[in-house]
């Protein structure tokens, strides 16, 4: 039993340095913009208009995705990370791809609003080569969202913070690299994202009988998560102009 457990702290440890030495230390990428704050209940509310999306809305166009354009694959450079050890032609073999997929691990890919948070669990699977070995795997991983605004940009977006990785019947030290790998993978491939461009909400009222038109554009977004559904809280900047002649 000893040596079991002797054998299982040394994996545990062979796997951190190979997991330093393959990879390094990896950053998240700063959100653009200002991270997304509540709304001011006792705040000036005229000029906001409230958006509402639910879980369902996310569980159809996830299922468009992955039914109508595939599962996303997300692939590695290995340029920088892959093992001296390894042959050319090895590497080649072993496409070293994460491929995201709707169900897997017992786990179905969503979004999910609930304790005034935004979550994600994320099924994949994939390969990966380690000391001339393709490894394939599969598991899920435990995400949570955060969501920012750039006005400069017009734009909201997301990040994906990795909580925790979960594998299929993997060794320590595979487990080890494997989830170097997912977290790598998804911090460079996936963040920041898109979650709407707010320019595409802007107003343009023409008003013949003043000789003008209303322009508003979105200044500011709030966002408030609800048991089961996000609320986008959008405030416009209203300016008017005259017509030429």
Not at 38 to 51: E, L
Request: net charge positive; charged share 20%; hydrophobic share 40%.
């Amino acid at each position: 039993m000893k040596k079991g457990a002797a054998l299982l702290i040394l994996g545990l440890l062979v796997g951190v340095v190979a997991t330093t030495y393959f990879f390094g230390a990896h950053r998240a990428r700063n959100l653009p913009g200002t991270p997304m704050r509540p709304p001011d209940r006792n705040g000036d509310t005229s000029g906001t208009v409230a958006v509402t999306v639910d879980e369902k809305f996310f569980d159809s166009l996830l299922g468009t995705v992955f039914q109508k354009l595939g599962p996303p694959q997300l692939k590695l450079s290995q340029s920088k990370s892959a093992s001296p050890m390894q042959p050319a032609l090895f590497q080649a073999a072993c496409n070293s791809v994460l491929e995201l997929v709707l169900d897997g691990s017992n786990v179905k890919t969503g979004v999910q609003f609930t304790g005034g948070k935004i979550t994600a669990p994320i099924a994949f699977r994939g390969s990966y080569s380690i000391l001339n070995t393709c490894t394939q795997f599969s598991g899920w991983a435990k995400t949570s969202v955060d969501l920012s605004f750039d006005p400069e940009k017009q734009t909201v977006f997301g990040q994906l913070n990795i909580d925790e990785v979960t594998l299929d019947n993997t060794s320590p030290i595979v487990s080890a690299l494997v989830t170097a790998f997912v977290r790598k993978t998804i911090t460079e491939k996936v963040n920041p994202f898109e979650v709407l461009r707010v320019s595409q909400l802007a107003l343009s009222v023409p008003v013949r009988v003043s000789g003008g038109s209303v322009n508003a554009k979105v200044k500011d977004v709030r966002a408030e998560v609800q048991e089961g559904s996000l609320r986008l809280y959008l405030t416009y900047d209203f300016n008017a102009e005259r017509s030429a002649g």
